[in-house]
């Protein structure tokens, strides 16, 4: 009958954590419980604590139920735990306590700033004291890295775990200020995973452009170009040359920061202007060419309201064409007609008064036509 027997269920605690062992009988005359350890040794007999020990207390106790928790609970009280019903023959119903070992804070190493652009760089995250064996993954810019090594070893407890996990990667600029972080997920953590950071410095040459004051340099007014320097150490002070030499009027080409200000432009200053940044990595430069214009010149290219005008006039010359096209046409077309008909009455007419009555259309009778001569 399965209301006499013992009833009891596995426990899961982690380390430092507390375990409560539950034992109960559904039908009990009055029968003794008891709970003993892996060990065999008696903890408790009903309400009477039987082992020294200030971890383990009693919960609860009645004949239908032995409660006991065991606090601050340690890797070495994990295993089989039995409940017992002291019937003839006892009864028997065992409960298995798994410990889980919490993994340390995870430690990330390998990284000695700074590193310089195109090596190789090789960080390994571990961490030990877990049960059983924790999970480490990457992460960078919060994209996870698949590719990495992972390694097992048993803690010197034969217990527990360390883990390690290996990342390996060429570093270029774009990692600079780039944190790279080790996760480690882990049962024991309650979904909370455990992390550690390593933001990356990187050491880098410079990259170099000009960036001019205005797309149409014009003589008589200034210029400013600027030298737009990135790499880390940041590169200080730029050097300025043109042509391939100093710059060639130092009271009208002042040079502020990484600004070159030509105060007023004239054609001598047409050439190619080379910015040159330096720092501990290496050397870079850009060039810029200067075509200084003219600017009544480049007013008649560019003026907007020029341009207007010009199209305006256009279109009146090609309408006033097309008019005196259309009248000479019209013009032509009816004199041609009146000559015709000029012709035609004179085949007919004996003389040219005549003629030119009869060409005036044969709708007009000809008392009219005589009426219109006398």
Known sequence: DRGRFPLTQNVTVVEGGTAILTCRVDQNDNTSLQWSNPAQQTLYFDDKKALRDNRIELVRASWHELSISVSDVSLSDEGQYTCSLFTMPVKTSKAYL???G?????????????????DLMQLTCKT??????????????????K???????????????????TLDFRVDRSDDG???????????????PQVAMQVLEIHYTPSVKIIPSTPFPQEGQPLILTCESKGKPLPEPVLWTK?????????????????LNILFLNKTDNGTYRCEATNTIGQSSAEYVLIVHDPN???????????????IVAVVVFVTLCSIFLLGRYLARHKGTYLTNEAKGAEDAPDADTAIINAEGSQVNAEEK????I
């Open 370 to 373: 005589k009426e219109y001569f």
């Open 147 to 165: 590719d990495v090594k992972y390694l097992k070893e048993e803690d010197a407890n034969h217990k527990t775990f360390t883990v390690s996990s």
């Open 297 to 311: 010149a480049l007013a008649g290219q560019t003026g907007p309201d020029h341009a207007l005008i010009g199209g």
């Open 243 to 259: 042509d391939g030499g100093e710059l060639p009027d130092p009271d009208r080409m002042v040079v502020s920061g990484r600004e």
């Open 178 to 192: 780039v944190a790279v972080i080790c996760r480690v997920d882990h049962e024991s953590l309650n979904a909370t």
């Open 128 to 145: 030990s004291g877990s049960k059983p064996a924790a999970d480490i993954r990457w992460f960078k810019n919060d994209k996870e890295i």
């Open 102 to 118: 919490v993994p340390e804070k995870p430690q990330i190493s390998g990284f000695s700033s700074p590193v310089m652009e195109g």
């Open 98 to 100: 798994t410990v889980l």
